[in-house]
């Protein structure tokens, strides 16, 4: 706990004349914080902060973001390091313990992860339940919200060892829920997971290998989607990080606070931008028409924005967008695609974005969903499985940040209050 060791305060005047001390706060790096925790004792008044634009809601020691530099730091270390010298499962291991492994730990995670790949044989006949075109973020909110009903030897989060043992579930098991969510759309039947792959050939093979056929898995593919998953993998208190956080803040189990994160992640302003983007960018067809979209997005009496744009922290360029963009090229160079007509209209669209006043003084740059969802296309995703697959990614992030929680014994049920505008008793 951070015990405002300099000595520093702010003062806050008060109508009725009084003034109250209040400690301000410094981490490691980044701005100080006000200690406001004791506000409502001394005033009897609260803070209004609507989409908590000027509040931080803990102590954090996983990821740092420097939003006017265009920097995400995760345990210290850039995320251009990490897409570049990492695999997802040792950036998840860094996530979770704080540093990255040595061989002998790194082999030890990945065994352990690899263990927990299978499903309760049960859990497949949720799949049946659903119809046939429900969306698969749907089925993965229901399917990991019902794991808590499956491992009970794991729901008791004052145990450390029930603790790990459901964060390894939860990290090995999202991409085989994932991967059978989707067979069951396309009515194919479900793959086993196959332990002598990595994590993410083994999520490939999950999703695109039938019993009938040999499936080669592509390299430059499984190493795109590995380095998707890296960049995808945290970024601080979100909103569906905020939402795990507050779920398990009751004491709720991780599976129900990991489904609590899904749910959170599928809307088109978080993790449901990368759909939105294509969707946005079929609708606008063609380089002549970006102009005219362009205007749609600055009009105020319109609801449309250009998805994949803008960030609540970044006012720079998202570190995430720029390795992506590589990755992109890789892909589609794969592909025998470079001219992709997805990614020129992007490209375009993004330059007229940059050079646009509009934009240019709002500083809204391309965020991580801006080429993701084009990467994910060339390889064969199914547009409704982008947002899966961040949340795939994004799980190692959410339990990392709900073990932090339950680990600090300071933290207590998250719990904001209102501007109350109802009627008046009567
Ligand atoms: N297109 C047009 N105008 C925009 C956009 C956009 N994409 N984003 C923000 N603005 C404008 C907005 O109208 C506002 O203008 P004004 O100050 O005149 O009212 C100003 O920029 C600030 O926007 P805000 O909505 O107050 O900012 P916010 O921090 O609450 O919202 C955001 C951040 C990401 C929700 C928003 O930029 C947005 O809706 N972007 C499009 C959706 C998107 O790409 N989401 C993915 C976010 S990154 C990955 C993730 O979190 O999952």
């Excluded at 000595?7 to 490691?28: D, M, R, V, Y």
């Excluded at 040595?102 to 049960?122: C, G, P, R, V, W």
């Excluded at 793959?191 to 083994?202: C, G, H």
């Excluded at 205007?295 to 924005?305: H, M, Y």
Aim: aromatic share 10%; net charge neutral; charged share 25%.
């Amino acid at each position: 706990m951070n015990d405002n060791k300099n000595n520093i305060f702010a003062k806050l005047q008060l109508p009725n004349g009084k003034s109250i001390k209040l400690p301000i706060l410094e981490g490691t790096v980044g701005p100080q914080v006000i200690d406001i925790s004791s506000l409502y004792k001394e005033t009897g008044m609260f803070t209004y902060d609507p989409g908590f634009t000027s509040t931080g809601s803990c102590e954090s020691k996983i990821t740092y973001i420097d939003g006017e530099k265009g920097m995400l730091l995760h345990r210290g270390y850039e995320i251009e390091y990490l897409a570049t010298n990492s695999s997802y499962l040792e950036t998840a291991y860094l996530l979770l313990y704080g540093n990255l492994p040595d061989k002998q730990k790194k082999e030890d995670f990945i065994n352990a992860i690899t263990t927990h790949t299978m499903l309760n044989e049960q859990i497949s006949n949720f799949y049946k339940g659903f119809r046939d075109n429900a969306h698969p973020m749907a089925i993965l909110c229901g399917v990991v919200g019902a794991m808590s009903a499956f491992y009970h030897d794991s729901t008791n989060i004052e145990n450390k060892e029930e603790r790990r043992i459901a964060s390894y579930r939860l990290i090995a098991k999202m991409p085989t829920i994932a991967a059978m969510a989707y067979k069951f759309s396309i009515g194919q039947p479900f793959v086993y997971p196959s332990n002598k792959l990595n994590y993410s050939e083994n999520f490939l093979n999950m999703l695109f290998s039938v019993p009938a056929e040999e499936y080669q898995i592509n390299r430059v593919f499984a190493d795109a989607l590995d380095k998707i998953l890296i960049l995808h993998a945290d970024h601080e208190q979100n909103a569906s990080t905020s939402t795990v956080r507050l779920a398990g803040s009751s004491g709720a189990n991780p599976f129900a606070c990991i489904s609590a994160g899904i749910a959170s992640l599928w809307g088109p302003s978080h993790g449901g931008a990368n759909e939105a983007v294509i969707k946005m960018l079929n609708e606008i067809e063609n380089v002549k028409n970006i102009k005219q979209y362009v205007e749609k997005a600055k009009d105020k009496n319109d609801p449309f924005r250009l998805m994949g744009f803008g960030h609540r922290v970044y006012k720079n360029y998202d570190p995430r967008a720029k390795v992506l963009q590589k990755i992109a090229e890789n892909v589609l160079k794969e592909e025998h695609k470079l001219e992709n007509k997805l990614f020129d209209l992007a490209k375009e669209l993004e330059n007229i974005a940059l050079h646009d006043s509009y934009f240019v003084e709002k500083k809204l740059y391309p965020n991580i969903d801006f080429y993701s969802g084009i990467i994910l296309k060339a390889m064969g995703f199914p547009i409704s499985l982008f947002t899966v697959i961040f949340a795939v990614a994004r799980t190692v992030g959410w339990i990392s940040h709900w073990n932090e929680m339950i680990e600090d014994k300071t933290s207590k049920i998250g719990r904001p209050r209102q501007l109350y505008i109802g009627e008046k008793p009567r």
